[in-house]
């Protein structure tokens, strides 16, 4: 996918990192997630960016497949087609108001189909904050 954004000319509005450690605080300072993993472990990363309604395109193979809908809540592409990437791309960077919106259904979907546990949320959201204050 790297290459498609330099063909594009694009590769300065584009970064690449790996998985940080504190990923939801990253999530938040974040534009787009793109997604292709198949790795059902790493499923967890697009519900987080769901949650933090950060704009996705993903894979159709991976949980996001079958929680979202193509272009009502993300963006969803064959793991293996850099053209749908790029395309989905170019439309996220040029539309902002389609990025809220299929982030903001993204959210909706997520917390109307996943069961949500409010005390694990709360012990999960304590221990980022200790971890960020360093106790």
């Known amino acids: 996918v790297e290459k498609q954004f330099i063909t594009l000319g694009i ?6 990192e790996p998985v940080p450690d504190e990923i939801v605080s990253h999530m938040k300072s ?8 198949e790795d059902p472990n790493d499923d967890p990363i697009v519900l987080e960016a769901a949650t933090v309604k950060l704009p996705m395109i993903a894979s159709t193979a991976s949980i996001a497949g079958t929680l979202f809908k ?12 850099p053209a749908c990437v790029t395309h989905h791309t170019k439309a996220f960077l040029n539309d902002n108001q389609a990025r809220a919106r299929l982030a903001m259904n993204a959210q909706e979907s997520v917390f109307e ?23």
């Open 30 to 37: 974040a534009n787009i997630l793109i997604h292709l993993s």
């Open 11 to 16: 590769q300065a509005q584009v970064e690449f």
């Open 113 to 135: 189909r996943i069961e949500q546990d409010y005390t694990a949320y709360l012990l999960a959201y304590r221990s980022s904050i200790e971890r960020s204050l360093g106790t």
């Open 70 to 81: 193509d272009s009502e809540s993300a963006f969803l592409c064959e793991s293996a087609d």
